[in-house]
């Protein structure tokens, strides 16, 4: 029994893919965000119903992702919300600077 543990451990865990459906998740705010988690293990990220992708901090905020100077996706200072509640300031700091994703089901 213990060679076949140690066998299932040396192949290492299985890649299992992210929760495919629709998250909602709550802001520190109460404000409520439609998400998606896609990826694996290894390689994952959260981005918003309409496919931009987000960050969450270290206090909970959902925020948009930026690129920084190494071309890494980070949080951004903008807090991220559903496309009928983004301003047009927002929608425009999107198309300058945010990461669209492609959003599958």
């Known amino acids: 029994m213990a060679l076949m543990a140690m066998g299932a ?3 290492g865990p299985a890649k299992v893919p ?13 404000d409520t965000l ?15 119903e309409d496919g931009w992708q987000i ?3 270290k206090r909970g905020w959902l925020k948009y992702a930026k690129l ?3 071309g890494e996706a980070v949080s951004s200072c903008r807090k991220a919300h559903n496309a009928e509640d983004r301003s047009k300031c927002e929608v425009k700091w999107l198309n ?3 990461i669209k994703k492609t959003v599958t089901q």
């Open 96 to 98: 300058k600077k945010g």
């Open 18 to 30: 992210a929760y495919r459906g629709l998250i909602e998740r709550v802001q520190p705010n109460g």
């Open 9 to 11: 451990y040396a192949n």
């Open 68 to 70: 920084n100077r190494k």
């Open 34 to 48: 439609r998400t998606y988690l896609r990826g694996d293990e290894n390689s994952h990220f959260t981005m918003t």
């Open 55 to 57: 960050v969450e901090t």
